[in-house]
């Protein structure tokens, strides 16, 4: 058997559309057979507390405030 890769996903912003986007993806894995599996991996907003918001809301492994990270 081999082991499905694994995409992690990168979210900047955590408002209207960066919440469209994490439902859709989240959706995608158990409506469509995906040849990979889904890791909500980091998001990025306007501050650090907004980020580290939407990690904790939205399941993330990390959060910053800085959009280049």
Excluded: N, Y
């Amino acid at each position: 058997m081999t082991s499905r890769q694994t995409l992690g996903l990168g979210l900047i912003g955590s408002g209207f559309m960066g919440k469209t986007h994490v439902f859709g993806f989240a959706t995608a894995q158990r409506v469509f057979d995906l040849p990979f599996d889904i890791r909500f991996e980091c998001v990025a907003d306007a501050s650090a507390e907004l980020a580290e918001a939407a990690r904790r809301r939205f399941g993330f492994s990390r959060a910053t405030g800085d959009w280049r990270t």
